[in-house]
Nanobody
Framework: QVQLVESGGGLVQPGQSLRLPCAAS????????MGWYRQAPGKQRKFVTT???????HYADPVKGQFTISRDNAKNTVFLEMNSLKFEDTAVYYC????????????WGQGTQVTVSS
């Protein structure tokens, strides 16, 4: 069984920072990639960022230079560091991953709410 659990969401003011962890039930090194999507109110779920098992990162254009994805292999955890948060960053953030050798299936966390408001 593969389980992904996001946390760290909450209410923040514009310009503040937030770090979201995604804890995996197995080594993050066993995933082809792990990453984050987000779903803003009234919108569809959108790609945010991914990191491959070799450490290559990709970012959606709106978050380049603002968000950073990283991983801690010892803790089986992937992190999303969000800086200079804006109103438009308000969304439910979902962790996702694809296990090595199982390219047909992706796994998803339950999501964590991030609200940016003054």
């Amino acid at each position: 069984q593969v389980q992904l659990v996001e946390s760290g969401g909450g209410l923040v003011q514009p310009g503040q920072s937030l770090r979201l962890p995604c804890a995996a039930s197995r080594s993050v090194g066993n995933f082809n990639f792990m990453g984050w999507y987000r779903q803003a109110p009234g919108k569809q779920r959108k790609f945010v960022t991914t990191i491959t098992r070799s450490g290559i990162t990709h970012y959606a254009d709106p978050v380049k230079g603002q968000f950073t994805i990283s991983r801690d292999n010892a803790k089986n955890t992937v992190f999303l560091e969000m800086n200079s948060l804006k109103f438009e960053d308000t969304a439910v953030y979902y962790c996702t991953g694809q296990v090595y050798g199982d390219s047909q299936s992706n796994y998803w966390g339950q999501g964590t709410q991030v609200t940016v408001s003054s």
